[in-house]
T-cell receptor
């Protein structure tokens, strides 16, 4: 099973450039999430989606946009990359709410902004 | 808002010994879910164990078990018979039963296994 797949795995950008990170899941999950992981800070939620066509802000949404046009895909966009966005980005998905359903994570994308 | 605290940035244990990783959290909710995730050098986040707050019995998964103290808001992870493959970052996470289902993570504990 593929589970949650993130593309690309590594990327280097220059300040001001734009890019899109792709997350795809094959588990028919309703919920999808984008987190960023920085040293000493654990994972923080950027944006999330509770179903196709829906998105919502998390803890640290500034500088990012997301789209969920298809249930299996969740895109994270950086319109104008800044060095503060250098991080490892994780996508996750889960099946349902109000139950002990774990989130399934992708392998992460390491993004460096020069 | 909920917060999760892991006060041990690093821990080490001799192979085959037992180690306990601590986690405390702050919440005003009476029902919630708690998780431990493992992140090896490969970077993937792997679920280790999970616990529902309203269940008194501590969760167990093979060599991994938790000590859940609801009144103290403590959720420690015990790893028995430590193996080299257990070396990783371990994250404690909290999930509210309402709202957006997001996980609130602690800052992690890096576990080293000494051969």
């Amino acid at each position: 099973n593929a589970g949650v797949t993130q593309t690309p795995k590594f990327r280097v950008l220059k300040t001001g450039q734009s890019m899109t990170l792709l997350c795809a899941q094959d588990m028919n999950h309703e919920y999808m999430y984008w987190y960023r992981q920085d040293p000493g800070m654990g994972l923080r939620l950027i944006h999330y989606s509770v179903g196709e066509g829906t998105t919502a802000k998390g803890e640290v949404p500034d500088g990012y946009n997301v789209s969920r046009l298809k249930k299996q895909n969740f895109l994270l966009g950086l319109e104008s990359a800044a060095p503060s966005q250098t991080s490892v980005y994780f996508c996750a998905s889960s099946y349902s709410s109000r139950e002990l359903q774990p989130q399934h994570f992708g392998d992460g994308t390491r993004l460096s902004i020069l | 808002a909920q917060t999760v605290t892991q006060s041990q940035p690093e821990m080490s244990v001799q192979e085959a010994e037992t180690v306990t990783l601590s986690c405390t959290y702050d919440t005003s909710e009476s029902d919630y879910y708690l998780f431990w995730y493992k992140q090896p050098p490969s970077r993937q986040m792997i679920l280790v164990i999970r616990q529902e707050a309203y269940k008194q019995q501590n969760a167990t998964e093979n060599r991994f078990s938790v000590n859940f103290q609801k009144a103290a808001k403590s959720f420690s992870l015990k790893i028995s018979d430590s193996q080299l493959g257990d070396a990783a970052m371990y994250f404690c996470a909290y999930k509210s039963p309402i709202g957006n289902e997001k996980l609130t993570f602690g800052t992690g504990t890096r576990l080293t296994i000494i051969p």
